[in-house]
DNA sequence: CGAATACTTGATTTCAGTCAAATCCCGTGG
DNA sequence: CCACGGGATTTGACTGAAATCAAGTATTCG
């Protein structure tokens, strides 16, 4: 982990459209100088489990994993933070101990903002404070969903509705490879099943012509039928 | 549904004690005048995904289960709303029909308060909105955790943290009985499992002591035993 | 009191997890 | 540049937890 030349928030194009939209110029201006910066490297952890967190982090580029560690060490990933994403301000908000971990999946550049800031910023701006609410409850519906789709789904689906998931959330390369790389480790904890499972599935989505392979990198074949296999009905 | 006399805000102990209790005397007043109030009996439904809700609910009196349903028509039970508890904010909050619905579980009086209001008092008072973010953090806690723990726990291991969450959140009788009454299929809707498995995981608990049964009355006898089977370290 | 709903138990099936072994791939150090 | 080692991936065999199906009993409620 190294500083880097802190990024100004002012500039910083998803600070303008992202969860800091809503404060004034000079508040972003307190921001940039109060925070902190940092580049950090795939596989770096940036918190765990039970840490204590004085701050919360912003994504300025890059990916991060958020996930909770099973009992057996297995990871549930509950969600990517990209670029203009913000994580960690949970245990910021209730002051409890961190209940996840925070690893990068991605060389990034994370921002670090004091939990004295995020309370001044709540305390004298109420659409601030809106706004995180809306993000929080966005975040819980997802969770939500999550729930019933673990509980009533079956891997498979889980699979299909992962892959659409990716491509909703990283977007598609040129050639039309997911834009993002997973081990199929992650990617059997994204979908909450063993490694082993998603291998095989993804070679039968292979074989019915849904999806190509290429290492590491995956291409959607068939959108529809995924969505079919999902049972995804936007 | 039908109209009783609406609670004063101002007296209630939930309010005073609960997510408003940041509010001054004067705002409970407003409150107390703008929102409305129903008695509802247990199968009412107070509303469903996909409905617009023009406000959120404050629970007075009686318990409400909040639940999502999945493809099939099985529900997943996300979480009760008890006395002081209130529900349906978040489709208020971001403005998107519900994603979940509400279904009393036990005969209930539920306040009704506009939409105009919550946004009114989150302007007006940034510690209500703080107070309102946290809520929001520990469900979303709680959710998170759930997702981790259907993804890999056993449904056994599951139906015990389960029966332990029921004593934690409705207590026990003075005969020492789970002060609720699920159905069979209302606990397989938690744990996210088939009702058959939920009736013959019971009677195993049974036999192996952990619990007696009477009709749907439920006796934790083991609690020490209970926690080591669901795997809770507190 | 009768119908509907809830509960229970047994038999069977199946999805997905685990274990094991082989191969592939990639970065490191010589 | 290449060999080596360790992690990642793949495939196969087996196992087991839990779902489904089916049938009967018990409760509840109008």
Redesign the pocket.
Known sequence: MRNTSIPSCKTCLFVRNGIFKSLPREELENLTYEKGCNFLRRGNVIYQENNRLNGFYCVSKGVVKIYKTGL?G?EQIIRFAKAGNIFGYRSVLSGELACSSAKVIEDSVVCFIPATTLFRLLKKHPQFGIDMLQLTCRELDDANTQILEIAQ??????LAEVLLLLKDTFGLTEEGFLNIQ?????I?NMV????????????EFKQDKLIE?S??KIKLANIQKLMRIGNIYV
């Open positions: 057996e297995k789904k079956t891997v498979r689906e889980r997973l081990t199929r480790e992650e059997a909450g099943t063993a490694t082993e499972s998603v291998i095989r599935l993804l070679s392979l290492g590491k």
